[in-house]
Nanobody, 125 residues
Framework: QVQLVESGGGLVQAGGSLRLSCAAS????????MGWFRQAPGKEREFVAS????????NYVDSVKGRFTISRDNAKSTVYLQMNSLKPEDTAVYYC??????????????????WGQGTQVIVSS
């Protein structure tokens, strides 16, 4: 069972930046796609971004394109989410996620089934 530990959340003013990190305990981290999801109060959890096992292919929800960047360091078993130009509507608990099938497509958002505990991001206006 892989363990995912997120960090880097906090309170930031609109227009500011945060960098989230997610450290994975998985020995074969480099073989699996990784993703970030978020859940705002009273709303369902939604997909934010994903990256394939090699880091070559990335996907984003339209609302964060051009502002957020997902990346990974396979040597450190860590995935990152750089968030710039933050907006109040980005306020949510952000979750790191991974898949159970190696080398599977990062485009399949339903394939993400292992979650971290989440890190809170609050963007004030």
């Amino acid at each position: 069972q892989v363990q995912l530990v997120e960090s880097g959340g906090g309170l930031v003013q609109a227009g500011g930046s945060l960098r989230l990190s997610c450290a994975a305990s998985r020995r074969t981290f480099s073989s699996y796609a990784m993703g970030w999801f978020r859940q705002a109060p009273g709303k369902e959890r939604e997909f934010v971004a994903s990256i394939n096992w090699s880091g070559v292919s990335t996907n984003y929800v339209d609302s964060v394109k051009g502002r957020f960047t997902i990346s990974r360091d396979n040597a450190k078993s860590t995935v990152y989410l750089q968030m710039n130009s933050l907006k109040p509507e980005d306020t949510a608990v952000y979750y790191c996620a991974t898949q159970s099938v190696p080398y599977y497509s990062a485009n399949d958002r339903t394939a993400f089934g292992s979650w971290g505990q989440g890190t809170q991001v609050i963007v004030s206006s």
